[in-house]
């Protein structure tokens, strides 16, 4: 705004505007803020710098230090998984990634033990179904509709015919190992192992390349205990069941 002050008459001369006072508003932006100094962050103090960012994924239990244990079950490109150990197991997982907001489709040879889980995952929509073996079409994962395929087909499962793709993982479940098994945990991302035999667990110590004390464990863990390997980390979690998980599936179980 520009005032003016007269100097003779039919004269004017533009004076410049005070500035506005305390509490003035400026027309279309509101009252005046307080002034601050910018927020810098010299280099050398970025290293100090840390967010409290929390593991993103599906709670596979506890570590021995009693933290959560999470599985990052999806990723741009498939990821491989398999679980060498109970139908229970593989059921609280699938029940665990439905309840992230993925979709869950079960290729099982014995879908009279998955339907009454399917039915309940829901909550009256339909995250988990259930398929007989080889008749699982293409499911459509996306970054916002993550896929989780559970494949219960027992210890020889054939090849599937899903054609792999981004933000799908696929499960394998084995109660024991089979013929097919060094095929299939070559090509796995993660492996879960619950309690297996010593013969077993020599097999997936040289497959795996496990440390001799992990391996020896292998035909001792409990109930509740799955090792989680992958190619460079391996962690010991304990599977702790929810009250809403125990009153579908019971307490955790090696033997279905």
């Known amino acids: 705004m520009t005032s003016h002050r007269r100097t003779r008459p039919g004269t004017a001369v533009p004076t410049a505007s005070a500035p506005p006072a305390a509490g003035r508003g400026r027309a279309g932006f509101g009252l005046l803020g307080p002034r ?10 970025l290293a100090a710098l840390s967010l409290p960012l929390g593991d993103d994924g599906v709670v596979a239990g506890v570590d021995a230090k009693g933290k959560p244990a999470v599985l990052g079950f999806f990723r741009p490109a498939q990821l491989d998984v398999v679980v060498i150990g109970s139908l229970w197991t593989a059921q609280v997982l699938a029940l665990r990634t439905a309840g992230t907001g993925a979709r869950v489709a079960v290729e099982t040879a014995r879908p009279e033990a998955w339907t009454g889980l399917a039915q309940a995952a829901g909550g009256g929509q339909q995250c988990m179904t259930v398929h007989d073996v080889k008749q699982v079409g293409p499911q459509g994962a996306s970054v916002t509709s993550p896929v989780l395929v559970v494949r219960d087909c027992g210890m020889r499962p054939p090849r599937s015919r899903l ?12 109660p024991f190992l089979g013929p097919t098994a060094p095929r299939l945990l070559g090509n796995a991302g993660l492996v879960g192992i619950q309690r297996v035999s010593p013969e077993e667990a020599a097999v997936l110590a040289r497959i795996l390349r496990l440390p001799q004390v992990q391996a020896e464990a292998l035909p001792v863990l409990g109930d509740d205990m799955v090792l989680w ?10 599977l702790q069941p929810t009250d809403v998980e125990a009153g579908l599936l019971g307490t955790p179980r090696r033997l279905d």
């Open 163 to 174: 054609a792999t793709g981004p933000w799908q993982s696929v499960l394998t479940l084995l």
């Open 229 to 238: 390997c992958t190619t460079q980390h391996r962690k010991l979690v304990k």
């Open 36 to 45: 601050r100094d910018r927020h810098v962050l010299p280099v050398e103090q």
